[in-house]
């Protein structure tokens, strides 16, 4: 029977796949048919669908009331999505709150400095006092005597824990659905961040311990996510979704630094222990409508309609016959009419997933951008205060403001990528290449801009928050591309690459510490964003010549090879 009801959804993914492909998601006839009534039929709906695509009839068409009312309110993977935003945006706010306190933790003018033999020019002059004297920034002492080193230490300790819990984290969600994993691992990040200012007052090596049991729990978040996008978010609208549900990090961090600032600023809860305090509160209030709210997949959640449902299996469903070379529906059918391929319980092809190609393309990009990205967010702030001198709420207010630009150029992106796609302006896998390499060397040539803008602030803003903003492009890029190359080991590829990204959490730190070693000053701080941009810049390269779009063999399913072999 020929559709007689377009919408947006139906479009985007009926325009946009094959017509052999788009074919195949019409249901067969209950009764048998003339072979000239179902050629006919089949004439109606390839006129009707091309008419529809070039613009010719209206979106959508309605035939009655029930069908008017189709729809209203928000639909469940938009809920889901949005939760899921609200996730990263508490996980982020906990994990970058310690970069702002840090600030005011620490006693600067306890720890000694090698600047004494410097000339002026390598070194930003303070501000000018007021008439009376005064500091116009004054700032209290922190209370831990804490050199670069020891702060790098902390700083970096997160990222221990962080990136050993990213492929057991990515492989649980395959196997036993992404809601919990993703769940409880926001609420253990919660429950340490609310005891950090009690490790911090104790004991630096019990500090050390909390931060790396925090980064266990937040470890599992985003390869638990990328499982649960391959579930629910139809392939055309994964570029926008990621980039929506993903920037919730971005948001986390532009809301969280201002306002960590300001609670340090304080002498609520002691100043900077409220930083944790609140946070800490906020991520448990967020797991318990989490796990009210969402479900591991379509066909588990009670509260989804009926039409949104089969419109995620079906699109699925398509990209799933098109990855396999069109392979004839009926041998994966399920009893709806629907085959979803849920996670195998064999063993993992480990050797086929470390020596693939392409998944080591994006590991290495991925590698670049996390040392760029983690060298921007928790050495920014010590850069801002010790060499530009700006007090914690100035520096946390500017420091956030780069994440906001992100967000929106990320979104804008996205958006941008999805309808370049429909439109079949560019293949997919170009498409990853753009916008990967919008994503690393745009914002590589703003840390390289801060070497030659020097002490001016205003210009230091803009190399971070306007040049630096197309690091938000990364959503379109290489983020989306392990579901490319394996649905069914999404979630594992992306705690792989994840987890190498994040080794640089606590290697960018521990190097820049090194590099600076008590010498405050702009030329070892230059040195610092040249290793970042160049590393940055560096991982493209290898991502433009390695990278693929194409499901690999070692993800189809053993049922699907032993068909297309026999058909063969």
């Known amino acids: 029977m020929p559709p007689h009801k377009w919408t947006d959804e139906s479009r985007d993914a009926s325009c946009y796949y094959e017509d ?20 006919r039929s089949d004439d109606e709906a390839d006129d009707e669908r ?16 029930a069908e008017e009312n189709h729809g209203c309110g928000p639909k469940t993977r938009h809920i889901f999505g949005l939760m899921g935003f609200l996730g990263f945006a508490v996980v982020y706010a906990m994990r970058v709150n310690l970069s702002v306190a840090i600030v005011a933790m620490v ?68 196997l036993y659905g992404g809601k919990k994993i993703y769940g409880y691992g926001v609420l253990i990040t919660a429950i340490f961040t609310l005891i950090t200012p009690l490790a911090a007052h104790w004991d630096l090596p019990l500090l050390v311990l909390v931060r790396i049991l925090e980064g266990m729990g937040e470890g599992v978040t985003y390869p638990a996510m990328h499982a649960m996008l391959a579930q629910w978010i139809p392939p055309l609208e994964r570029n926008k979704f990621a980039a929506i549900v993903y920037a919730g990090s971005n948001i986390g961090t532009v809301i969280s630094m201002p306002l960590a600032g300001w609670l340090c600023s304080l002498d609520f809860l002691g100043g900077w222990p409220s930083a944790f305090y609140i946070f800490g509160l906020l991520g448990i209030l967020w797991f318990i409508a989490w796990m009210y709210l969402v479900y591991d997949k379509p066909s588990d959640h009670p509260r989804i309609s009926a039409s949104e449902r089969e419109y995620i299996e079906r699109c699925l469903q398509v990209q799933r016959l098109i990855n396999q070379d069109l392979a004839e529906p009926e041998e994966e059918e399920a009893q709806d009419g629907v085959n979803l391929r849920t996670p195998s319980e064999e063993p993992i092809p480990w050797t086929s997933l470390l020596t693939s190609v392409p998944l080591w393309a994006i590991l290495l990009t991925q590698c670049g951008q996390g040392w760029a990205f983690y060298t921007q967010l928790t050495e920014l702030p010590t850069y801002m205060s010790n060499i530009l001198h700006f007090d914690i709420q100035s520096n946390a207010l500017l420091n956030a403001v780069p994440y906001l630009t992100a967000w929106f150029v990320g979104i804008a992106c996205s958006a941008l990528a999805d309808w370049m796609l429909a439109r079949r302006y560019i293949s997919l896998l170009n498409s990853y290449k753009l916008w990967n390499t919008v994503a690393s060397v745009v914002p590589s040539l703003g840390l390289i801009g801060i070497i030659y803008v020097g002490c001016d602030w205003v210009w230091v803003t803009f190399m971070l928050a306007g040049v630096g903003s197309f690091g938000g492009a990364v959503y379109a890029g290489n983020q989306m591309n392990h579901i490319a190359l394996s649905p069914r080991y999404a979630g594992t590829m992306y705690g792989i690459t994840n987890s190498a990204a994040n080794i640089c959490g606590f290697l960018a730190p521990y190097v820049i ?43 189809k399913t053993p049922h699907t090879r032993n068909s297309r072999s026999q058909r063969a």
């Open 20 to 39: 052999t492909a788009a074919s195949r998601l019409r249901r067969p006839s209950s009764s048998s048919n003339s072979s000239a009534s179902a050629e």
């Open 107 to 174: 006693n600067q003018t306890a720890i000694p400095h090698s600047n004494s033999s410097v000339i002026d020019t390598d070194t930003c002059p303070l501000p000018v006092p007021h008439h009376n004297g005064s500091d116009p920034n004054p700032q209290k002492e922190g209370e831990f005597v804490w050199d670069e080193a020891t702060q790098g230490l902390v700083l970096g300790s997160f990222f221990y824990g962080y990136v050993l819990t990213q492929v057991p984290g990515g492989r649980m969600a395959e």
């Open 50 to 65: 091309e008419a529809f695509c070039s613009g010719e009839r209206p979106l959508i068409r309605t035939s009655g009331a």
């Open 513 to 555: 510490g090194l590099i600076i070693n008590h010498r405050e000053t702009l030329t070892q701080w230059h040195l610092v964003f040249w290793l970042a941009a160049g590393l940055n810049i560096a991982g493209n390269f290898v991502y433009l010549i390695f990278a693929s779009a194409e499901e690999q063999s070692w993800s």
